[in-house]
């Protein structure tokens, strides 16, 4: 669970749904759906319209680390109140058959921003500086992660090599976990998964970190079996509309804990990475020269 006060109430509520029990997830879907709203709606109603309990209601927000439902109200409507909308059709998101092109656009370029800016307040940078550090400490870096996740994983992959570090992205079951049982002290594995279900990523990790890597889940559910494993855990918050599931909006997130990390590596080895970059960029301008000369 993504208990960080800063973290806006929305985007931990939208991590925690895939643990809650059905009923306690009925309530945050509904929250999450349209937080205005039930910023203003009496407990009631929202245990009503959940077709569960007031009782219900009260434990999910004991669950979410909230003292009651009155507290949590104030808490949407604070964020609520900091968030520049957009219209509440935009802002609530999810595509309807009816919608014209231009709300399905508006919705997409809204969900996609909120990805990123979500993602980033609910970034641990506690967390992040001490995986940058475990990184640059590190002799050789695995990556893993399948489908969308698998992208991510290859461009972090790519990100590293640029500046001289020796890094693997695997997206094949028996390559990673063949590769997670050479790893050792001086590694540390990274598994991408929105969901933090994927087996195929959570096994070689769990390899890994049998042989005394330090392991890294990214991942968009704080107690995901992949989150509860790794030594360490960068949590997304993707926002993810219709059509869009496990895609776009997980895909951006992840890719902006990437950025960050690469980033905050490259500057703690500046003068290293600078002149790989250098070095990468002249063999790539060079290359680029000798075909167009053909």
Not at 113 to 129: F, G, K, P, Q, W
């Amino acid at each position: 669970m993504i208990s960080d006060p800063e973290v806006p109430l929305s985007v931990r509520i939208r991590g925690a749904l895939p643990d809650l029990q059905p009923a306690m997830r009925r309530v945050g879907e509904i929250i999450v759906a349209d937080p205005a709203r039930v910023s203003g709606m009496a407990i009631s109603v929202l245990a009503s319209e959940a077709a569960t309990s007031e009782t219900t209601v009260i434990r999910f927000c004991r669950t979410l680390g909230i003292s009651g439902y009155s507290a949590l109200r104030l808490a949407l409507a604070t964020e609520m109140g900091a968030r520049d909308r957009q219209g509440p059709d935009v802002e609530n998101g999810d595509i309807f058959p009816d919608d014209d092109i231009d709300s399905v656009v508006k919705k997409i370029a809204y969900a996609d921003t909120c990805s990123v800016a979500d993602t980033t307040n609910a970034l641990s940078l506690r967390d992040l500086a001490a995986v940058v550090n475990d990184v640059v400490a590190a002799t050789r870096i695995e990556i893993y992660g399948v489908g969308a996740s698998g992208l991510v994983a290859a461009d972090f992959q790519q990100k590293l090599h640029r500046i001289g570090m020796t890094a693997f992205a695997f997206f094949d079951s028996h390559q990673s976990v063949s590769s997670a049982a050479l790893a050792g002290p001086q590694t540390v594995a990274f598994g991408f998964s929105h969901s933090g279900r994927t087996i195929d990523t959570i096994e070689p990790l769990r390899i890994a970190q049998s042989r005394g890597a330090k392991t890294v889940a990214v991942t968009n559910s704080p107690s995901s079996p992949i989150a509860q494993l790794a030594d360490r855990t960068l949590f997304t918050a993707a926002r993810e509309t219709t059509f869009r599931a496990g895609a776009t909006g997980s895909r951006l997130a992840q890719l902006t804990v990437v950025d960050c990390l690469f980033v905050a590596i490259a500057q703690q080895t500046f003068d290293r990475s600078i002149q790989a970059l250098e070095d990468t960029r002249a063999a790539v301008a060079d290359l680029e020269a000798r075909q167009s000369g053909r």
